[in-house]
């Protein structure tokens, strides 16, 4: 978990080098998903694997986006924003992949966890998907 957190907090840092890191208390970012965790299978280090994977890749699409709106080349610009969207698609497709493991392995939570809580909250991922296909799909045909 300390890890986990520890790999987003590079990857944010890596994004954002020269903004101020607010003094927010360590290991925020992922508590309230691993506090209803009672025990990891290899199954969920796996899906916890394909996220941070998934989120390393932010950095690489960002720089080709920035590097394409500095040139004003209209097809280069189409083209990184569709990898953008792309990648945030991705990173999106693995947290539902996350939740879905873990709604399907209710023994994994802690007794508190309400019954379905995974199921139910399985969707939380999926508004992200969508918006992200669409902001790439617009910036795709009509760039900045």
């Known amino acids: 978990m300390a890890f986990s957190d520890a790999i987003f907090a590079i990857i944010i840092t890596l994004l954002v080098l020269d903004l101020r890191v607010p003094d927010v208390p360590p290991g925020r970012l992922l508590s309230g998903l691993f506090n209803r965790i009672r025990q990891v299978d290899s199954g969920l280090h796996r ?10 890749l ?52 802690k007794d508190q966890v309400k019954d379905g809580f995974f199921a139910s909250s399985g969707s939380g991922p999926s508004p992200g998907s969508s918006c992200t296909s669409s902001q790439g799909w617009s910036g795709t045909w009509w760039p900045p």
Do not use: K
């Open 47 to 56: 899906m916890n694997l394909l996220v941070l994977f998934s989120t390393a």
């Open 58 to 109: 932010l950095p690489f699409p960002t720089i080709v986006v920035s590097h394409a709106l500095q040139e004003h080349n209209n097809a280069d610009q189409r083209v990184a924003i569709a990898f953008y969207a792309l990648i945030g698609a991705l990173l999106c497709a693995t947290w539902l992949a996350f939740y879905h493991y873990l709604a399907r392995n209710p023994d994994l939570l």
